[in-house]
């Protein structure tokens, strides 16, 4: 993978020291400190506790994705929470802001679409100043769809959808419903060219801020929800059409696994040869690794890593064989007894585990 140098990366040292200190090459794009191979991530608050930030530790994950509330989005506050996780042995990988991260004015061309540009392309131009080189966006006109919660293993609640049971789509604190989330029906044509004008005022931008933006899968993909289309980051051909619009090395995939076996064959390549073809293209930057039941139509629950229909083996193996070096995370980790701590240290062993195997 390339190493990425940008007027950034020479500030904050105290931060992100020299790589050239660290005995290994840059292999996520942009980052300092980090080695190559497959690396696991989690996700923590900007208010974690020091006995939170011990408990990843313990787990051996080096990588923190996180987030800041709209308003705190300023340089200032991005140094103090680097700094803030520094201090514990953490690395933050992903800063996000849910301000700009799924705009329904973007992908529908709704009033303040011009607006909600400008906010993103500030809050890209902020993480480069504040070296923080990567970025999840998703392209959702109307949320994540599901349904009421159900019972999994062990009596442990995950998430749910059920077509046929009346979903809801969520973001935020807006909800949407069947038939017509929008009021009308979306063309698949017009969300295209709703895509090509945003992704094309924002590629330049991120090269010139060295920040990488992966794109999350629509959840659930494929199929049209509330009138509108899950045409683009819905199947792989979608995919493949939108990065040769964006045409730029910044521009690439956060492969969402668990979307991706919602999809099913619906998807057009299974996730193994998704990994394969991303990772060969250098647009591979970051994996949510999660299991459902089965592909939709029929409806899905997410599951335990191992209680899946996918053998998540297959994946990791794949990761490993494309020689991805970026980070893994675990992604709508079930809810069971124990708590959040429990969840995350079944989920961080197993991955640490198929890792393992894979590298043998």
């Known amino acids: 993978m390339q190493t990425i140098k940008t007027a950034s990366s020479t500030q904050n040292s105290d931060i992100h020291p020299n790589p050239s200190d660290q005995g290994h090459p840059l292999t996520i794009p942009g ?3 980090s080695h190559p191979g497959i690396q696991i991530g989690t996700q923590l608050p900007p208010n974690a506790s020091d006995e939170d930030m011990q408990f990843t530790r313990q787990l051996g994950v080096e990588w923190v994705m996180t987030s800041l509330p709209p308003a705190d989005h300023t340089l200032e506050n991005y140094q103090a929470l680097q700094r803030k996780f520094a201090a514990q042995g953490l690395k ?11 705009m329904e004015e973007i992908t529908l061309n709704l009033p303040g679409r011009d607006e909600k540009v400008e906010e993103y392309l500030r809050y890209i131009r902020l ?6 080189h990567y970025s999840t966006y998703a392209h ?34 807006k909800k949407w419903r069947e038939p017509l989330s929008h009021g009308r029906r979306y063309s698949e044509e017009e969300l295209w060219v709703n895509y090509t004008y945003f992704i094309r005022k924002v590629a330049p931008v991120a090269e010139e801020a060295g920040v990488y933006i992966g794109i999350h899968p629509d959840d659930p993909p494929v199929y049209d929800l509330g ?8 199947t792989f051909a979608g995919y493949k059409r939108a990065l040769e619009i964006a045409d730029s090395p910044n521009i690439g995939v956060c492969l969402c696994v ?12 299974n996730v193994v040869e998704a990994i394969c073809y991303f990772a060969e293209q250098k647009k591979l930057f970051k994996v949510h690794f999660r299991n459902v039941s089965e592909p939709l139509p029929k409806g899905f629950v997410e599951t335990f890593l191992d209680d899946g229909y996918m053998n998540m083996c297959h994946v990791i193996r794949a990761l490993h064989d494309a020689q991805y070096n970026g980070a893994v995370i ?31």
């Open 31 to 33: 980052y300092f400190g």
């Open 92 to 102: 933050i990988y992903r800063l996000g802001n849910h301000s700009c991260h799924n």
């Open 127 to 132: 993480m480069g100043k504040a070296g923080i």
């Open 140 to 173: 959702m006109g109307n949320g994540i769809w599901s349904t009421k919660a159900e019972a999994i293993r062990g009596g442990a609640e995950a998430r749910a959808l059920r077509l046929d049971q009346n979903p809801v789509g969520y973001w935020a604190d």
């Open 227 to 234: 009138g509108i289309p899950r045409c683009i980051f819905g």
């Open 258 to 269: 668990g979307c991706w076996l919602e999809g099913g064959p619906q998807m057009g390549k």
């Open 330 to 360: 675990s992604d709508h980790i079930p809810h069971m007894i124990g708590g959040r701590h429990a969840a995350e240290a079944f989920a961080v062993g197993y991955i640490k585990a198929l890792i393992q195997a894979a590298t043998s």
